[in-house]
């Protein structure tokens, strides 16, 4: 494979005499990256800019030509994007970021920033030898083993991660964790208990906390509930993010009650991967849109989306739906069905959809509920961030894991036209930070942290596929991670600088 692109440690250049260039000295930069074309993640137009790098910070954004290289490795960014690492707002990475650090998923694609804990599932705080589905989808029982974030956190930065991190309390890891009956709301103690790991989780640098009323282990769970534990991330400046208790023909309950929670609560929701998911409420994301409109100008509100029309969860019985495709993207019971249709399936062996899913559980499946102008609708409102919610354990994820990024550059904004190039990367780097309160990330300017990605708008384009779906995406070039150069030419460079990014309340998620 060619690259045209041009990394070098610039070390013919000779010092000139009675000047030493060193680490000691306070003006030189350890890495400049040369004749690209910035584009800040502030939603601002593109302009010709040169970067400077040292330690783990921005020190210089400045005019082309006009800053010292002398010692610095040089990059030349010629043709190509420089823009703010991007901020993969909606993941379950909670444990890949330990087993795997490499992240290869994400780097690959230019993230340097995962939120994981999303949909009300977090690796921590729990120790238990007996989770219920979904927290399944993170790993085995055996994975829960942090009972503090100070732990969990201790571990990512002990097993030093591609990517920085930053954690969502999962609602149903804490009932899992102080309920011995889930089926039930949450009585005084059991509440009680949440609620205190919740305040330590926040006072360790906690992000905020997520729920997910959809899957059984909080179902039960009533808006009382959620609002006694969401009240409790307020002084912090957390945020709620709530994967909501439906999304299909209740989906205008849902919303209510989630910008309830919000105001009752008193903090900033985030509805995660906004969709509109079964076939009763395809093509009304123009209303869902103008309800989370109206929301939005009386208290905060964000979401997130992936830029695809198909969603992955486990394989639930309950959430089979004939009337659209399923795909087996893992299966424990019968892994040799993986990446098949579960309908193809259950003809073979002579059973209904949703007896052949009992068969295959545990597992998870692709389900192609949504209605591809929903999607797109969503993913050009002015609100919406970029998540991939990539499943990262299946053994066929959904594309979206290794794809969500570069197709929303490439295939969304460059071939579709969808939005523009800066709302683009705005969407994944300069909204997210804002809306996560996190500070000096997700934006190019002097005394930001160094995470930043070079690309080729030109040949940006996600190549993960829902039958092939482990695939480099085109077109990164470039990706640095608080300073460091993590990932060159398709190739990781074997640096991994990314750390647990601890929340604090003036917004210095460091
Ligand atoms: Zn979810």
New binding site residues.
């Given amino acids: 494979m060619e690259y045209d692109f041009i990394y070098s440690m610039d070390v013919s250049i000779p010092q000139q005499p009675g000047r030493q260039v060193s680490e000691d000295t306070p003006h030189a930069f350890e890495t400049v990256i040369v004749g690209g074309t910035l584009i800040d993640g502030t939603g601002a137009p593109r302009r010709p800019m040169d970067i400077a790098i040292r330690g783990e910070r921005i020190a210089a954004v400045a005019a082309p030509g006009t800053l010292a290289t002398n010692g610095a490795s040089v990059l030349d960014a010629g043709g190509k994007i420089v823009a703010p690492g991007f901020i993969d707002v909606?993941t379950h990475d909670d444990n890949a970021v330990i087993k795997s650090p490499e992240m290869t998923p994400k780097i690959s694609q230019g993230v340097t920033t995962v939120i994981a804990g999303?949909?009300?599932i977090s690796l921590a705080p729990l120790t238990h030898t007996d989770c219920p589905t979904p927290l399944n989808i993170l790993g085995p029982p055996a994975d829960y083993r942090f009972d503090s974030i100070t732990a969990y956190a201790d571990a990512v930065d002990a097993a030093r991660p591609a990517v920085n991190v930053a954690l969502l309390v999962g609602h149903n890891t804490l009932r899992v964790g102080a309920m011995s009956d889930l089926g039930r709301k949450a009585d005084p103690a059991e509440l009680d208990d949440m609620r205190d790991k919740l305040d330590a989780a926040m006072r360790q640098g906690a992000l905020g906390f997520s729920t997910?009323t959809?899957y059984k282990p909080s179902a039960a769970a009533d808006e009382d509930e959620i609002v006694a534990l969401a009240e409790i991330i307020a002084p912090y400046d957390g945020v709620y993010a709530t994967?909501m208790r439906d999304e299909k023909a209740r989906i205008f309950e849902s919303l209510e009650e989630t910008f309830s929670t919000g105001r009752r609560a008193r903090v900033k929701v985030v509805i995660?991967?906004h969709k509109c998911a079964s076939p009763e409420v395809w093509g009304r994301s123009a209303e869902t849109l103008a309800v989370i409109e109206g929301a939005s100008k009386t208290q905060p509100v964000g979401l997130d989306v992936y830029p695809y029309h198909a969603g992955s969860?486990v394989l639930d019985p309950d959430y089979i739906d004939e009337r659209y495709r399923i795909f087996v993207s893992w299966s424990d019971s019968h892994p040799d069905m993986v990446g098949r249709d579960l309908s193809d399936i259950a003809e073979d062996w002579g059973v209904t959809q949703k007896e052949a899913a009992v068969r295959l559980s545990p597992g998870g499946g692709i389900y192609f509920s949504m209605d591809e102008q929903d999607m797109r609708r969503i993913l050009a409102h002015p609100t919406s961030m970029i998540g991939s919610?990539g499943l990262p354990k299946d053994t066929n994820p959904h594309p979206r894991l290794w794809g969500t990024f570069p197709r929303v550059l490439g295939h969304f904004s460059r071939d579709e036209g969808l939005f523009d190039l800066e709302t683009a990367i705005f969407k994944m780097t300069g909204l997210s930070a804002a809306n996560f309160n996190m500070r000096d990330r997700g934006v190019v300017r002097a005394g930001a942290f160094a995470d930043l990605v070079v690309f080729d708008a030109d040949a940006i384009a996600d190549r993960a596929t829902y039958e092939d779906p482990k695939r480099l995406s085109a077109g990164i070039e470039a990706v640095f991670v608080n300073g460091r150069t993590s990932w060159v030419g398709e190739q990781p460079t074997g640096e991994r600088a990314g750390r647990f990014l601890r929340h604090r309340r003036d917004g210095a998620a460091t």
């Fill in positions: 909606h999303n949909c009300g997910g959809y994967h995660s991967h969860t919610d």
